[in-house]
């Protein structure tokens, strides 16, 4: 590793005010169902296009971000966010009926911690009090504009992950709430903590030499495992410092890959057991049919704003390191013989 | 206009320490020439792909900055940049090679002062002590995506700009230099003044309901406006503060829309002919046939970083507003009836 500190550490760890994660129709029937704050019935969800219905389901949790929070439009200083489609024509749509001040984020699907590590900078800098960030994912876009129009019928490769169609959104403020009450997943009344960004590791690209798009996991992991390392090494933590490591979406094979090279590098196998899991295998039940686990931006957005978020308001989990992985590849690349980069960027939040 | 304040007042006003700026050979042709670092004679820049050539161009640019800082690779703590290909696939494959962390970008063609916006305030919050902006354009992977493949060898109708072979970017770091010779382009030897990042605006997404993705001037000129009168607005400045006020690439057409409706809403008729003006009009001769001007990401990137920054080191120009603007349609979303978002960030600049 350099010398060089990839890892910023917030002054006045920003507040996560509020976060809202939806979810479509097969995220809903699996495992994390209860985390989320609204499951859609139906993915087109009310709209004509699919591009359509991701960006309205995009609008509706960086709308209610706000809304959760007390605030009105105009006090949100700026909003961040990203997705797959060319152009983030999610995004685009979704910011033209905010009346927010915009900026665009890719990072394929690390897009949720990178467009949380650029909006905590602006309220820890004291540049905005208030800011939205946010990144979602629909399964139908994403396979038409990155593989094949559904109605193909393709057959999928057993290491192939699922495109979520979900999306997350978090507000993040200078001011703190007081604490209020919260029902918890079983029906019970508790106090809710803050949960506070308290650093964050800008990673590198990393490119192992993968050119299978149909290799993601593989492909993301080495970028996971540099930006995980250069977190530990920058603030002098054991990775048993964290209640949990999430990934983003590296599925079934890239998780493994990440157990398996982080114990070679030196962390303890069994903490690394004990706290790092991968939301791309968390998402779906086994039963789904969805090979390798899930993916996309949605994937991670949703489940650190619905499950990673809730729990540490709860205060079930105290530290947590959230990590979305992305896959830098394009459309074209691979026709040009390009392997595939992969980058992760990585957000170490507490709860207090 | 809302009560929020749009503007990041920056405290310590960060340096931008060298800037570099590369251009193809029809721009090379063009009026702004001899502002350009570096002119290159044929259009592959040697690489068998226009995506690598353009990517190479980005990369070109990002390593000159570095090198002209007199800073080693891993003395940089962050790269921004984007592009107009789908994934960033110019900034992507250029960041691979360069193990900085990286951050991507999508603002279209406002991405230069997207960058430029977001690596000033990880530079003036003290998160980063040196940090790279940029971003490119091709005309040939353009066309290829947005229009036609060249070889149709489509008409163009008269509305419609060229988008600019051409890479920007600058160096932003929290060191000032000391004074240095730097030769003119009249061959004379003058000291080099500090050019430094005052403040900058974050534009909202302003859609004026076009649906002619040939008339992107049109489509981005109303985000300007908004952005310009915000800035002005939030500092309580007149335009006459500024020695030259640079949209990014509005065209013919959109420069002239700005500059009837900034008449209307009241600023100075003299002070904008004295000092507005926009890059998409001064990048080509109108001897080139390129019709409405100049477009994409690398218009505005290559003269900001080249004609602006060059004429501020000298003390030619003491303060710029920089604003790039970008049309956020994609390639899918004209074929659904959608109309064209149009948004502009814009940059103040002190020469000292």
Redesign the interface.
């Known amino acids: 590793m ?5 890892t ?1 550490i917030f002054k006045n760890k920003p507040y996560i005010l509020s976060a809202y994660s939806i979810a479509g129709k097969k995220e809903s029937e699996g495992p994390m169902s209860d985390w989320f704050d609204y499951c859609i019935s139906d993915d087109t969800y009310g709209e004509s ?1 699919w ?2 219905s991701e960006s309205k389901m995009l609008k509706t949790a960086m709308g209610e971000v706000v809304m959760r929070a007390g605030l009105n439009h ?5 909003m961040l966010s ?1 997705d797959l ?5 999610s995004s ?2 979704m ?2 009926d905010m ?10 699907c690390s897009t949720m911690t ?1 467009s949380l ?2 909006g905590s ?2 309220v ?2 004291k ?2 009090d208030n800011v939205i960030v946010g990144a979602s994912s629909h399964y139908c876009t994403a396979e038409r504009q990155f593989r094949m129009p559904l109605e193909h019928g393709n057959q999928r490769p057993p290491s192939a992950q699922w495109t979520a169609t979900a999306a997350g959104a978090m507000l993040v403020s200078q001011c703190s709430q007081p604490y209020t009450e919260m029902k918890t997943i079983d029906g019970d009344v508790v106090n809710c903590r803050n949960v506070r960004v308290e650093s964050g590791t ?4 990393i ?1 192992a030499g993968i050119k299978d798009a149909n290799q993601m996991g593989s492909a993301m992991a080495p970028a996971a495992i540099d930006t995980i390392l250069n977190h530990l090494d920058d603030t002098g933590r054991a990775i048993s410092y964290y209640d949990v490591v999430l990934t983003g979406d590296l599925g079934f094979t890239g998780r493994d890959i990440v157990r398996d090279l982080l114990a070679d590098a030196g962390v303890n196998k069994a903490d690394i057991e004990n706290v790092y899991d991968d939301c791309g295998t968390m998402i779906y039940d086994p039963q789904q049919d969805v090979h390798n686990g899930g993916s996309g931006c949605g994937c991670s957005a949703s489940l650190f704003s619905g499950y990673v978020y809730k729990k540490m308001r709860k205060g079930e989990i105290r530290h947590a390191l959230i990590i979305s992985t992305g896959a ?6 691979p026709f ?1 013989g ?1 392997s595939i ?1 992969g ?1 992760a960027h990585a957000i170490s939040l507490e709860s207090e």
Chains 1, 2 share one sequence.
């Not at 105009?74 to 700026?78: L, M, S």
């Open positions: 350099s010398e060089r500190k990839q910023i296009t591009e359509k105009d006090e949100v200083g700026a990203g489609l060319n152009q983030l024509m685009s749509f910011a033209r009346h927010i001040p915009f900026l665009g984020m890719y990072g394929a990178e590590m650029l900078v602006l820890d800098g540049y905005s800008i990673g590198k690209i490119d830098l590849l394009s459309t074209i690349s040009q390009e980069p980058i």
